[in-house]
C-alpha cells in the first residue's frame, strides 16, 4: 500500500516567494495534518483536517500560512509570501479517525529552504 | 508548549546494551504512543500504550505508563546500530480532540 506521500521533497525559495507543498493521505484515512519541524521548537502541529474540514488550525503561525483540503485524497499547505524563518521539514501526516488510536502515519517531508 | 519532554535528550550506548528512554506530560491523556524517526525521513509509529494500561511489549520495545506521574519509559533491549534514530512520545488527549503532541525527542546512537 502507498503511504502518505508528499510532494516535494526539497524546496529552496528566495524570501518573498509563494510556497505550496503537497499531501495525499492514505486512501480511506480521514484526519489528516500538517506538522513543522525544526532543530528549535521541535515537531509542531500547524493544523488538522478530519473528513476535509479544518478542525483546528491555532498552530499556523501567521496568515502567510493556509491550508486547503479540497478532498479525501489531496491537500495542500502554502504560504505566501515566505521568509527565511519559514526554512523546516513540514511533514503532513494522515490517520484513520475511527480507530480510536490517533495512529499516525507521516509523509517522508518537505525541506523547505528560504533564502 | 510541548506535551511531553523526553529525556535523555541524547544517549550513546554500545551495540547489544539495552537503551530506555523517559517521557514526561502534563496533563490527563487517553494514550502514548512511541514514534521512531530516521535521519532525513518521517516519523514511525513503533508502539501504543493506552491510559489505563502499565506494561506493553512488542519484540524488542517495552513500554511502561505511570499516569500517577505523569511519565512513560521506552526500552529497547539488545539494541543494534540500525536502531540508531531518533524517538519521540506523543499524546493524545483524547479520541474526540483527535491531535497528538509530539515531545522534542532522544536521540539514540548505538556504536557497532
Known amino acids: 500500500d502507498a503511504g502518505v506521500i508528499q510532494s516535494p521533497r526539497h524546496e529552496v525559495t528566495e524570501m518573498g516567494q509563494e510556497v505550496t507543498l503537497r499531501c495525499k493521505p492514505i486512501?480511506?484515512?480521514?484526519?489528516l495534518f500538517w506538522y513543522r519541524q525544526t532543530m528549535m521548537r521541535g515537531l509542531e502541529l500547524l493544523i488538522y483536517?478530519?473528513?476535509?474540514?479544518?478542525?483546528?488550525d491555532s498552530g499556523m503561525p501567521e496568515d502567510r500560512f493556509s491550508a486547503k483540503m479540497p478532498n479525501a485524497s489531496f491537500s495542500t499547505l502554502k504560504i505566501q509570501p515566505s521568509e527565511p524563518r519559514d526554512s523546516a521539514v513540514y511533514f503532513c501526516?494522515?490517520?484513520?479517525?475511527?480507530?480510536?488510536?490517533?495512529?499516525?502515519?507521516f509523509g517522508e517531508g518537505s525541506r523547505l529552504t528560504v533564502l | 508548549s510541548q506535551q511531553g519532554e523526553e529525556d535523555p535528550q541524547a544517549l550513546s550506548i554500545q551495540e547489544g546494551e539495552n537503551a530506555t528512554m523517559n517521557c514526561s506530560y502534563k496533563?490527563?491523556?487517553?494514550?502514548l504512543q512511541w514514534y521512531r524517526q530516521n535521519s532525513g525521513r518521517g516519523l514511525v509509529h513503533l508502539i501504543l500504550?493506552?491510559?489505563?494500561?502499565r506494561e506493553k511489549h512488542s519484540g524488542r520495545l517495552g513500554v511502561t505508563l505511570d499516569t500517577s506521574k505523569k511519565s512513560s519509559s521506552l526500552l529497547i533491549t539488545a539494541s543494534r546500530a540500525a536502531d540508531t534514530a531518533s524517538y519521540f512520545c506523543?499524546?493524545?488527549?483524547?479520541?474526540?480532540?483527535?491531535?497528538?503532541?509530539f515531545g522534542d525527542g532522544t536521540t539514540l546512537t548505538v556504536k557497532p
Open positions: 501526516a494522515s490517520s484513520l479517525g475511527t480507530s480510536q488510536t490517533g495512529e499516525l502515519f
Open positions: 483536517f478530519n473528513n476535509n474540514v479544518p478542525i483546528d
Open positions: 486512501s480511506g484515512h480521514n484526519s
Open positions: 496533563t490527563s491523556i487517553n494514550n
Open positions: 506523543a499524546t493524545l488527549l483524547n479520541t474526540n480532540a483527535g491531535k497528538s503532541t
Open positions: 500504550i493506552r491510559s489505563n494500561e
